[in-house]
């Protein structure tokens, strides 16, 4: 029968009732009535019939109550009820056989399946066509029997002479014969249209699901499909009702009405449904698609609960735990009983084992979690197979050598299949020997198979791969593959191949090549890359070599490279000259560039008020063209919540791009949740859109809650679930600084994890090797001390150095601390001087103190006291309390003390929180002193002792303060 043909007979059909939101009381009641009368009519009858047809209600299942239409299935009873009727011959005895047969291969075990086909091979032989059907699916795939295409075909064919209609589809998917199969799918299409017309929904659901498989999205097929669901549907069919809703819902299938989904969905719930209910719960908060009422998602979730059901379990752990405190810790209880009535489901499984891995809402049980992982894996499910590997390899104390093992042939076969996550996976596992001996060209293989299924990950891989081995000889590869990351927009390559550049690695140096790249990063948003630039042009980016990059990027320009103009702009930025920057951007924003009006929003927003309105014109234009763009207006909010008149709109814009499951907004919006920017702080509320935000594959997100648990910013600090976070970043991006940093600080000081400074090393030392700045400074300390690694002074002055040419202000004062001390090379007071003076030049304040100290003393210099107190009068302008305190020194010792002057400086240093100096005025004000200056010595003393003074709090605990003089030092 052609589909033209169907399409005709279909159009026939009767068309749905439009459904509401649940049905009425009254209704539902009498529902239930009916129900329950005609099961204990069954259970007051003993005989094969009655059993069989008890046991099918009961695997269906029974609404939960009067009030709740949601069946919930009772298999056990199911079991005992057919094991009954199979223990008696009967004419209903192969039926109950298939009945008991397809339970026993949902087990999933070796015992379970023996015992299904060996009862399908007993009711096949009694000419039931159904269990011919079912075994020749065993014989043919090899499921619980050895498989036997043969013997599977001949089993069709005498389930089709039964008058089985599916069994003639599976004959002609086994053809090879073009004509044989058209025979073979006509009779079972016949077969299955009469049993459809005369009221068998599984029939109208058959030849629904077979045209939707073989529709290739042809909108003909797929409407033939459609209206045999309809028809499942109206003669009862719940899972012919979802399976219209997801077809409605499909925003790429011809067939796409959104309004009609939902009412399709409400239709299977109300028929007791459990997935249709979960679909309406969770709506709103997985985008509110369907535009479900919260009302109406609360019911149905409430309803799913009452069921007990794992898979409701699980979605009300993810939508309570979104709701503040009180919804949290019901999210717990959710999550324990879920634990406790697990069942087989991938889906419920998966979700358990992240929780369980994650620590978060319970206990951490990594042996748990694996389970599960295992167990969903079992079922083919790839995401188990590759959340199993990972965390195996992630947490190799948690692993055992036969899981690693494991891992590692999964890992293979998922990236066989495609999976590119996985093939990196098991390249980064080869490259570093992590649960498989190290094969660097195996690594590099699966590195290449992930570039070729999409990964830009892979593409940065590969050139860090070329560029770190020995010699150089593989640089030009190296650069090969940064280049085709950096045209596809990753600002980590063009960092790569900026540093390359910037220090000659393998390739000539060129100040003006490595100024240009990291441009381009910083074009792409790259707070490093600003970094870069700066550093590189504090160093060694004299006029040619930022006339060279800037003639580069002004001819991309001229061949209407908008990124290159932006690049430009951002150049002129790390040289300080923000009027071409802004000329450059404003000429690209006016030819309607909604990237360069952020950018030059951005710039106008960090001047202040008085710029600010010129800002709010640029953003208001970018708004109006972003419509339906939701990663530009995630981009605009996040500016326009930095400006006290557009905060308001910023946030609403967040809250209504959140609310659609946007996890950039959801980022933005718990950031500035967190530090209070443009809105009123609520901590709580941004770790549950972090959460969820990383749950819906943010990877962003997950290094700011990182932050915020080491850190305690409004959340409570949770440095072992930091430390979780930021290992996850590691083994997706190994390369990324700042998590080798952060794992590094936790080793250092034992937070999150047991101190450990030789893993702390290593950490700094990736860093370093990746080019970073602090790690080089972390790493030239741990040499300074021995802290990981052995003594090495002139290691640490080696790497201090490179740090402090990076324009890192602390390491030039750590290089002149060691110059000082000696424990570098050896002492050297000019050496010290010189790296003070470059950090105080730079701005930083304790660097002017110290060059303040050398400058008084004439240590490395030649003594200069008043350029001395110019130094530290500028510190002191920049809020320095110790600088302050050290105006106070130097005027109030040696032979040109000048005590008034001493006096006024002690004071200010005082005010302005500074330990030492309240205790000094103490010692000086002591009752019954005078009151000049309205100073109480007391006071003094208390604040000090707060401040942590120890001389201060021991005073007070002996409550009397010593003579002026008399253990009157300089302690801070």
Request: proline content about 4%; hydrophobic content about 40%.
């Amino acid at each position: 029968m052609s589909a033209a043909a169907f399409l005709t007979i279909s159009s026939l059909l009767t068309m749905p009732q439009a459904w509401s939101q649940s049905l009425p009381e009254p209704e539902m009641r009498n529902r239930f009535l009916i129900e329950m009368q005609h099961v204990e009519q069954l259970r007051q009858r003993q005989d094969q019939e009655a059993l069989l047809e008890q046991a099918q209600i009961l695997l269906k299942g029974l609404p939960v109550s009067e009030t709740n239409p949601l069946r919930k299935a009772r298999p056990d009873e199911a079991e005992r009820l057919l094991e009954r009727a199979l223990a008696s011959p009967g004419p209903r005895w192969p039926d109950a056989a298939v009945r008991r047969a397809k339970m026993l291969l949902k087990d999933g075990d070796k015992a379970s399946g023996e015992r299904a086909a060996e009862l399908l091979r007993r009711a096949a032989a009694m000419q039931n066509r159904e269990a011919a059907y079912l075994l020749a699916g065993l014989l043919e795939t090899g499921n619980s029997v050895p498989r036997d295409a043969a013997a599977a075909r001949g089993l069709y064919q005498v389930a089709l002479r039964l008058g089985h209609g599916p069994s003639g589809l599976s004959l002609a998917r086994l053809e090879s014969d073009a004509a044989k199969a058209n025979v073979f799918a006509s009779q079972g299409l016949r077969l299955l249209f009469q049993e459809a017309r005369q009221g068998a929904a599984d029939a109208a659901k058959t030849l629904a699901d077979h045209y939707r498989s073989t529709g290739d999205n042809s909108s003909e097929r797929l409407g033939v499909a459609f209206e045999w669901y309809r028809r499942a549907s109206d003669l009862g069919d719940a899972e012919a009702s979802l399976q219209l809703g997801r077809m409605r819902q499909d925003a790429g299938s011809p067939l796409y009405r959104i309004e009609e989904a939902r009412s399709h969905f409400q239709k299977a719930a109300n028929d007791g449904l459990m997935e249709a209910a979960l679909v309406l719960a969770e709506d709103p908060y997985n985008g509110g698609r369907l535009g479900v009422p919260a009302g109406e998602a609360e019911l149905w979730l409430r309803r799913a609960l009452e069921t007990n059901s794992p898979r409701a379990l699980v979605l009300a752990v993810e939508i309570r735990s979104q709701q503040g405190p009180e919804g949290r810790e019901e999210a717990k209880v959710h999550l324990v009983d879920a634990l406790k009535n697990i069942d087989n489901d991938s889906g419920v499984l998966i979700a358990l084992g992240r929780h369980l891995r994650a620590g978060d809402l319970i206990e951490r049980d990594m042996q748990l979690s694996l389970t599960f992982f295992d167990r969903a894996a079992g079922q083919g499910n790839a995401t188990a197979a590759y959340e199993f590997a990972r965390t195996v390899l992630a947490y190799p104390d948690a692993a055992t050598d036969s899981m690693r093992k494991t891992a590692i042939e999964r890992l293979q076969t998922l990236g066989e299949h495609g999976h590119v996550k996985a093939a990196i996976t098991l390249g980064d596992a080869l490259l570093n020997g992590n649960g498989v001996d190290p094969e660097p060209e195996e690594a590099r293989r699966w590195y290449e198979k992930a570039a070729e299924g999409g990964s830009t990950m892979a593409l940065v891989r590969l050139g860090d791969f070329y560029s770190r081995r020995s010699g150089h000889t593989d640089v030009p590869r190296a650069l090969e593959w940064y280049r085709k990351a950096a045209d596809a927009n990753i600002s980590t390559a063009m960092i790569r191949l900026g540093r390359m550049y910037n220090e000659g690695q393998g390739v000539p140096q060129d100040y003006a090549l490595a100024a240009t790249w990291f441009s381009r990063a910083a074009a792409a948003g790259s707070g490093p890359a600003m970094v870069e630039l700066s550093a590189l042009y504090s160093r060694a980016g004299g006029p040619g070599h930022f006339n060279l990059a800037r003639e580069a990027l002004e001819k991309a320009v001229r061949t209407g490279d908008t990124r290159a103009s932006i690049a430009l702009a951002k150049l002129y930025l790390a040289r300080g000259e923000q009027a071409l920057a802004e000329a450059v951007l404003k000429k690209t924003a006016e030819s309607g560039d909604s990237e360069a009006a952020l950018q030059i929003a951005e710039l106008y927003l960090s001047r202040g008020a008085d710029q600010a309105g010129l800002a709010r014109r640029w953003l208001t234009s970018v708004a109006k063209a972003a419509v339906n763009q939701d990663e530009l207006m995630v981009r605009v909010a996040v500016l326009q919540i930095s400006d006290p008149v557009m905060v308001s709109q910023g946030a609403s814009t967040l809250e209504a791009l959140a609310r659609k499951n946007n996890t950039d907004a959801m980022t933005a919006l718990a950031q500035a949740l967190l530090g209070g920017t443009g809105i009123e702080p609520d901590p709580a509320r941004a770790e549950v859109l972090l959460l969820r935000a990383i749950q819906l594959g943010n990877d962003g997100a997950r290094f700011v809650l990182a932050r915020a648990y080491r850190e305690g910013n409004g959340i409570e600090k949770n440095p072992a679930r930091a430390v979780a976070l930021y290992r996850e970043i590691y083994n997706d991006e190994p390369a990324n600084t700042n998590v080798l940093l952060a794992l590094g600080d936790a080793y250092v000081r034992g937070e999150g994890v047991p101190r450990d400074r030789t893993l702390a090393a290593q950490f700094y030392a990736l860093a370093a090797k990746n080019g970073d700045p602090e790690g080089k400074m972390h790493l030239g300390m741990a040499y300074l001390y021995g802290g990981g690694v052995p003594r090495d002074g002139a290691e640490a002055e080696r790497l201090l150095f490179q740090a402090g040419e990076s324009n890192l202000m602390m390491a030039r004062l750590q290089l002149g601390d060691a110059k000082v001390s000696g424990m570098g090379v050896a002492i050297d007071p000019e050496g010290a001087f010189a790296s003070y003076l470059r950090a105080a030049e730079a701005g930083a304040p304790e660097a002017m103190i110290e060059v303040a100290r050398a400058l008084r003393m004439g240590f490395g210099t030649q003594a200069d006291p008043a350029l001395a107190q110019s130094w530290l009068e500028r510190a002191a302008r920049m809020g320095s309390q110790d600088a302050l305190y050290e105006l106070y020194r130097m005027h109030a010792v040696g032979k040109n003390a000048k005590p008034r002057e001493a006096e006024r400086w002690l004071l200010q240093a005082a005010q302005n929180g500074h330990p030492a100096a309240m205790y000094h005025l103490a010692l000086r004000y002591q009752p019954p002193a005078s009151d000049q200056n309205n100073i109480d010595g007391n006071e003094w003393l208390a604040k000090a002792a707060q401040a942590g003074h120890w001389q201060a709090i021991k005073a007070i605990r002996k409550k009397k303060l010593p003579e002026s003089g008399e253990g009157d030092d300089d302690d801070e």
